[in-house]
Structure formats: C-alpha cells, structure tokens
C-alpha cells in the first residue's frame, strides 16, 4: 500500500472536488482518496501493485481534471501568481465592455439618446456580450465539458445560465430582423456581461482571499537562507544551501540564519529561535549544542557539522506538519460534500421546475426564462464546499506560528470535545531531571563538596544532580578512594582519607550512624514535598541533609490553571510513589492523578478514562506512544522522542504546556468558524434558491435579476473565506 499527495488542476468549486473524489474511490486498487478544494490537492492511498499513478492520471483527466506530479510550494504560489494576473487582465476588460453594455441597454430605459437605431444597437451589443464571453471563455469550456461528461459544476451552471440567455437574445435579433421593434426590449445580452463579469469578479476576490490562507507555509519556507558557508581544506565557501551534505563543516557569523540542522564543534554564541518555536529569548549555543536550520545567530561566530539537511530539517518537517493538516480532511467536511456531489444536479433540475412552472401558469417566455437562470446562477455551491477546508488551512498556519502542529483535520476537530487531559509527568510536567534542591548543614559548601567527591565516581542520575550543582558553584572535586555502591541503600568511599557514606537510613543503619530526631523530620519534610533526601556521613556522624527533585517546569501551574478555566480535568500519570505524587500534583494543581504507573499501565488507563468522555494525552517518551495513539487526541511534547511525535495528533514545537491549553482554544475557535461557516453557506442557498425562483412575486415582492443573483453568489464564496481569515486574529 502507497500513500501518495498529489496537486489537481482545474477544480473552480466544490462540485469538482466531489467528483474528482468519486472518480478516484470509484478505481479497483484506491483504498481511500480525499480531495481538498483549498489546497487543490488529493491525497490517495493505493495499491500499487493494481493500479500506477498513470491510472489514476487518466482516469481524472477522463473527467476534465489534470493530476500534478509533486506538490512545489514555491512552484505552486507563482502558478497561482500568473493564474490570479490573468484572471485579473481578463476581468478588466470583461468590465469595460459590461458597462458599454449596460449603457447600451439600460440608457434608453433612463432616457438616454443613443444615436443609433434598435438593429445596430442590438448588433452592438451582440458583439460586446460576445467579447465578455471569450473573456469567460473558461466558464464554458469548464462547465459544457464537466455537463457532457455527466459531472457538472459551478461552471456549468455558469454556462447554462449565459448561454440560455444568449441564444434567447439571438432570438429577439432576428424578430427585430422581420419587423418587431418590440423585440429590442426582450435582449439580455446585459445580463450575459453582468453574470459573466460579477462572477470572475467574485473567482478574483476568492482567489486573492484564498492566496492569504497559505501565507503560513509560505512564510516558514522563507526562513532558511538561500546560501550557506562551508569550510573546504580550511578555506570558506559559499553554496547554494541545498547542496550541504550530512558531516559538511558549516560556519555562521553573527547576523546570519542557520542553513541546515547541526551539532557545534567550535565556537559559542546565542542563538534565537523565535521564529521556529516563538521562544522569545535567545539560546546560549556552546560545544556540543544542537542548532537549528532557519534560527538567526545573534553574536558569536559558530562552527558546526551539518547532521540533517534538506527534507530532514526541523523546519522542514515543520512545514510537512502543516502541510499534512491543511491537505486533510476533518469528519464534519465529509456533509458538505455529500451535499455538494449532488447539489449541482438537483440545481439544474429545480432550474428547469421552475421555468416550467411560470411558463405554463400563463408568464411570458421571457420572464419564465430569467427566472429559471437566476436559479442557476445563484445556487453555487462553492461557499459550502470552502466552510471547512479554508478555516482548516488558515487554523493550521495560525498554529504552525504559535508552535503547535496539528498533524491532520481530525485533530482540531477533536480537541474541542475534549474533557479530560491525562499528562505523563517525568519530562512533561517536570523538567526530566533531578536537580539539587536543599542543602541542610552548617556548612553547605562543604556538604556539598564532601558529596560531589564521593557522587562523581557514579553514574546514578541522584549522583549527576549533585555533580552538577557542585561544578555550577566551582567547588574543587577531587578523586575517591575504595568507592562501593550499595544496591537500594546509597554509596560509600574515602574522601581525603576519610569515610563517607550517602543514602538513605538503611544505609545509615548499616555503618552504625545515629540519625537524630530533627534530621528524620527534615527526612519526611523532603518526602512530603516529592524530593528524594540524600543522607551524608562523614567520620561517622551526619554531615547534613540534600534534597534532590525533579522539578515541575515553571510554566506548568499556570497551564493547568488555563485548562481548569476551560473546564477540562487534569490527571497526572507518574511511576513515583503516593507519597512523592501527591507532592508534585499538589505543586502543579492537579486535579487527581496515579502513583505506581507502569509503562505498560497507562495505554490501560487511557482507555478507562475513555470510557467516561473523550481524553487527551500528553507525554514526550518512547513509554508514552501507545497512549499517545490510543487516546482521542494525542499530544506530544516539544523535546518528545521521535516515536511519541510520530504517533501524537498535535506536537507542540516549545517545550511549554501552556500551549496544550492554546491548542484547545484554538481548536474550540476554529470549529467555532467552520460552523458559521457551513450556516451561512446552508442559509445562503436555502434562501437564495426560492427567491431567485420567484417566490418573492407571489406576494408582489420583486424578482431577483440573474446579476444580482451572480453578485449574490460570488460574495458568499468572498465572505466564507474572509470569515475563515479571523482565525489570523486568534489571541
């Protein structure tokens, strides 16, 4: 099985995405297709072994579509660039020639004198609606082939309505011919012009709207630098940044962007990450740091090895991220394109009702005809078929900018449901390593120091606590001797020639060293608090108390506070012990959590949670994934393994939890957005249908004009996508 992305070229509404998405689930060896009509894309699962991409090609362009090879962005927007200039230079002159038209029509109505008689004014505007039509040339073409091939469109409805219009104009010529001056008040050649030119009016503005919904992608394609320096047999040369190769020697000055992903080998600087995570405060890069393609060096002259490059980018499985959202399909746009697949028919035949209707009940031709037209005109389905995918597009970038990707559609849609969220402690809501925390003595450096000594010849991650915490305070760590690890008790050694023994009571219990009541206090004081006490001895009496924890990160109160404002519960799953738990989700204000959790346990406890409402995961370990998938909405942290990215729903590029609780409001507002959307499109042809029908007339209301009717229609594809652009003001 293949899944493959492709472009398709020449969809104008959502009638064309529907039948494209038909024609393709219709082929022996497609397990699945979804076509999106805002990123003009199909994503196709198929067997390879039964059908090639040459099958499939064929079998769209049978239905007047075309299937684009590989999806290049930058290729893409300048497409789209030429595409909206012509359309542009199209409509411009369809324009001019509409309002010649118009004043050739309308002027003598308003009691204009033409200096013309009815025969060569009638000629003349033949000849302009003419010209407005090959300007529309596309409407037809589009629209009469999509009708022969039994898949009709927007544009067929388009072409149905102008031409109908047209041909009974052409009529009202040759009765001018024989002698009825009369038939010189019945030509609509006006109306031809006016529908043609509101409609490429309404295509202009949708596709200048729509040109703003992919500025995110856009905008992170940008950031990587078109050049790079690399250092040749000690000599700097630049190159175009797509030709660094894995292991090439690539040096920065202050002011330049990083062009690939990589480690430092000399040299130190800081280095701002904003515009990859929105960490505001630039990152101090030394020996052994791991630098970003697209981050901005502020001040040192860095020299590091390329360790991923092109495709492999942090920035470019960014865009890959968003890329995958906007492509996707979220459940609620599948009732949209149901209706869509067969809105277009039943227009046309509510169309014909219509002209039926009128015309025997004793209505002139004529009137019977317009009517018949304003129903095909205005009954576009277009604003239906973008209400979801274009607040998905601009919700997907407005994400990628605040940090959070979401991987698919369905994501978004989810996490507003949401009503639980479940979190892993250890790298979650802690920073995943302990650090020192207490130091209890009358003379704390030289707990301290004492302990460093003897914690420096073992590789627990207590011991590196202390270590670390020494070499930050520069205190001198010598060598030990006769080091020995006691299993579950501590260590022991000499420093300096004297004993030394660290650990907890057992371990004191074991070498005879009275612990006094005070110091068993201060021991269950630690406890309480969720720290591990460190007992240390020295010439067999206690030296002093330190208190090693893993702290929570300093941001993850308040963002369980945010997710507590939004009503949601929050549940801490964790391997400590009760005591040690219940300090920790006192600390971060939680509301319930688990002690003792395996790895194996919390897929377990995912699904119990389940069954009471839908649930959300966040975690960062490889322990963490099969949780991840099982939950309804999978979240993976910023500094998360590779495996618990792949397998979440959402990644938050910064390591900050706040952003779980910004990602639910922004799922919250974009559904929010879809289903004004989808109403408003909904309302839009429920009520423009009947009254472009004649309905109004029944109770001497007026008759809606077949320009009116493409006004009205092109605006409600305008409004749905400038509405979907207020996701860009998400705060």
């Known amino acids: 099985m293949e899944e493959k992305k492709v472009g398709i070229g020449g969809m104008t509404c959502a009638s064309c995405s529907s039948a494209v ?3 393709l689930n219709k082929l022996d060896g497609v397990k699945l297709a ?3 009509l805002a990123t003009e894309s199909a994503t196709i699962e198929f067997e390879k072994d039964k059908i090639s991409l040459d099958d499939i090609k064929r079998a769209v362009s049978k239905i007047g579509y075309s299937v684009l090879d590989e999806i290049d962005e930058n290729k893409k927007m300048q497409r789209k660039k030429e595409e909206l200039i012509s359309l542009k230079k199209r409509l411009t002159v369809s324009s001019i020639l509409t309002i010649f038209l118009l004043v050739l029509a309308m002027g003598p109505m308003l009691g204009l004198r033409l200096p013309i008689g009815h025969v060569s004014n009638s000629l003349l505007q033949l000849l302009l609606a003419i010209g407005t039509m090959i300007c529309g040339s596309a409407f037809f073409t589009k629209g009469f082939s999509s009708l022969f091939k039994r898949e009709p469109n927007m544009d067929s409805l388009v072409a149905l309505g102008t031409t109908a219009s047209f041909l009974y104009s052409l009529w009202g010529i040759y009765q001018l011919f024989t002698g009825n001056i009369e038939a010189a008040h019945h030509l609509y050649f006006e109306g031809v012009g006016t529908i043609l030119t509101l409609v490429m009016l309404g295509k202009y503005l949708e596709n200048l709207s729509k040109g703003r919904t992919g500025e995110a992608i856009h905008k992170l394609m940008e950031l990587a630098p078109a050049t790079a320096t690399i250092l040749k047999d000690g000599k700097q040369v630049v190159v175009d940044a797509s030709l660094v190769v894995v292991d090439d020697l690539v040096m920065v000055k202050p002011g330049e962007k990083l062009p690939v992903d990589g480690v430092v080998i000399s040299g130190s600087s800081s280095i701002d990450e904003s515009l990859l995570t929105g960490e505001s405060i630039p990152v101090e890069k030394t020996l052994g740091s791991t630098v970003y393609a697209a981050t901005l060096n502020t001040t040192g002259t860095l020299h ?16 890959e991220l968003v890329q995958q959202a906007q492509g996707s399909k979220a459940p609620i746009a599948r009732i949209a394109d149901k209706i869509s697949g067969v809105f277009v028919p039943i227009v046309m035949g509510i169309s014909v009702l219509t002209f039926l209707a009128w015309f025997l009940t004793g209505t002139p031709f004529d009137t019977a005809i317009i009517r018949a037209v304003s129903v095909l005109v205005i009954a576009c389905p277009c604003s239906l078929g973008l209400a979801t995918p274009i607040a998905i597009m601009v919700s997907s970038g407005k994400g990628a900018k605040l940090g959070i990707l979401f991987r698919h559609a369905a994501a978004i849609e989810q996490f507003k449901d949401v ?9 979650t809501l802690t920073e995943g390593k302990p650090v020192v925390t207490d130091l209890l003595a009358k003379d704390r450096n030289e707990l301290l120091r004492i302990a460093a000594i003897l914690e420096n010849s073992s590789e627990h991650p207590l011991s590196k ?8 305070l520069k205190l001198p760590i010598t060598e030990v001797e006769a080091f020995k690890a006691v299993v579950g008790k501590g260590i022991e050694g000499k420093v300096e020639g004297r004993p030394v023994q660290i650990g907890n009571l057992a371990m004191m219990a074991d070498n005879n060293i009275a612990v006094s009541k005070e110091e068993q206090t201060q021991l269950e004081k630690l406890a309480d608090q969720g720290k591990t006490p460190l007992l240390v001895a020295l010439d067999g009496k206690i030296l002093g108390i330190i208190g090693v924890a893993d702290t929570i990160k300093k941001e ?4 369980i506070k945010l997710l507590k404002q939004e009503g949601i519960r929050t549940v801490m799953l964790t391997g400590d012990n009760e005591r040690t738990a219940k300090a920790i989700a006192k600390q971060a204000g939680i509301d319930e959590f ?16 389940a069954k009471k409402g839908h649930v959300a995961m966040v975690g960062d370990g490889i322990n963490d994934a099969p949780a991840l998938a099982k939950a309804d909405v999978g979240i993976a942290v910023g500094s998360a393994t590779d495996v618990a990215r792949e397998t979440a729903d959402i990644v938050l590029v910064r390591n900050n939890l706040k952003d779980v609780a910004k990602a639910y409001q922004l799922s919250k507002a974009t559904m929010r957005n879809i289903h004004q959307n989808l109403f408003w499109a909904f309302f839009y042809n429920t009520l423009g249908i009947p009254v472009a029908a004649g309905l109004l007339t029944l109770f001497g209301g007026p008759q809606l004009s077949p320009m009116i009717a493409a006004f009205a229609m092109s605006m409600s594809s305008v409004c749905v996508v400038l509405n979907a652009l207020r996701l ?3 705060k």
Not at 419 to 427: A, C, H, Q, R
Not at 465 to 472: G, P, R
Not at 556 to 559: E, G, K, S
């Open 556 to 559: 993850t109160a308040d963002a």
């Open 419 to 427: 009503k639980t969220v479940l979190f892993d402690k250890t790298g």
């Open 594 to 609: 688990l002690a003792g959790q395996l790895p194996g346990q919390k897929e377990q406890t995912v699904s119990a949670y």
């Open 304 to 319: 590091y090895r390329a360790s991923k490059v092109g495709s492999d980018t942090a920035l470019a499985n960014i865009i």
């Open 728 to 730: 860009n003001r998400f």
């Open 34 to 36: 979804q076509v999106n």
């Open 465 to 472: 606590a202390v270590v670390s915490k020494a070499m930050e």
């Open 21 to 23: 998405e038909r024609t």
